[in-house]
């Protein structure tokens, strides 16, 4: 099944959700940064919520997901855009810790991420078109990604959600199933449709669990939410990045002639890597020479 998420409303409007599966997203970047378990789940909830908090942006405008925390993980950043283009990394992919009391290693419900993660800050970064991009923070509430989410939505855009975020990492540490759904409540609805929401999301499945199973997000979203669903939108969801060669080359240039001419001493060539995408951007020292002339002559 590729990659997507669908938006909806339902309760005549007065509730919105996002529902992804995310699998093929989560398999690159945790391919890419030769993530082991812990990592992949941190990284891919973080992705995972991105693509959904992407698509409800407009036009050009784009999104900085940060998780901060003290944690062995380090810092996980993910950026997306309002078509779902999403990237991302964490800082240390190669971390494993034991699972909670109870469970088994690669089990989704019993990765330790909370502990991975630690304490620290949540930061959402909205860049909308304006002369300054929106930042919302929040301290993170356990480390576990989609509870912190919700903490953030409560505290800095006041909308109470209801919020799954879900990666399955194999015994061969390959990620099996990725997704997650998002539960926004809005102006005019009523304590009873709240209570049966709660009495469902208290018994609902893990969101893995459903896509080994096969169901798509409408399916999920039948199953979690009552009544009749208006389907709006469907987004494919793809891992995207925007480094290029000629943007390395216009940041070595930024270095200025004598840091060009210190590499060329040095060093004698240049290899960059771009954060996001692990891609690799070699500068032979002929190239290097002829940046360091541009950068002279200006």
């Known amino acids: 099944m590729n990659d997507y998420i669908v938006r909806a409303t339902a309760l005549d409007g007065k509730l919105r959700a996002f529902v992804c599966i995310t699998t093929e997203l989560v398999r690159e970047l945790s391919d890419r940064h030769g993530c082991l378990a812990l990592a992949s789940a941190a990284l891919g909830r973080t992705a995972t919520m991105g693509a959904m908090m992407g698509v409800m942006l407009k036009g050009e405008e784009t999104l900085s997901l940060q998780v901060r925390g003290d944690g062995p993980l380090g810092k996980i950043i993910v950026t997306a855009d309002a078509e779902a283009h999403v990237t991302g990394y964490i800082e240390n992919p190669r971390v494993e810790l034991p699972p909670r009391e109870g469970g088994a290693y690669g089990d989704v419900e019993k990765l330790d991420v909370g502990a991975g993660v ?120 793809a891992f995207t990045c925007d480094c290029s060669r000629d943007r390395f080359e216009r ?27 692990n891609e690799k951007y070699h500068f032979e020292e002929a190239h290097l020479q002829e940046l360091l002339e541009q950068a002279e002559a200006k």
């Not at 993170?140 to 855009?157: C, K, P, R, T």
């Open 251 to 277: 940041g070595l240039l930024s270095l200025g002639a004598s840091e060009i001419r210190s590499i060329l001493t040095e060093e004698k060539q240049a290899e960059l890597v771009c954060h996001f995408c």
């Open 118 to 237: 630690g304490e620290g800050f949540l930061l959402v970064i909205k860049d909308l078109g304006m002369k300054e991009p929106y930042t919302g923070s929040v301290p993170l509430h356990n480390g576990e990604i989609a509870e912190d989410f919700v903490h953030y939505f409560a505290q800095s855009e006041q909308t109470p959600s209801a919020l799954a975020l879900g990666v399955l990492v194999d015994k061969d540490q390959s990620v099996k199933a990725a997704g997650g759904f998002l539960i926004q409540l809005l102006p005019g609805v009523t304590e009873e449709d709240i209570d049966y929401l709660e009495q469902q999301l208290s018994k609902f499945p893990h969101i893995t669990s459903l896509l080994v199973q096969g169901l798509t997000p409408e399916d999920i979203l039948k199953r979690l939410i009552p009544g009749e669903i208006k389907f709006l939108e469907t987004y494919p969801v």
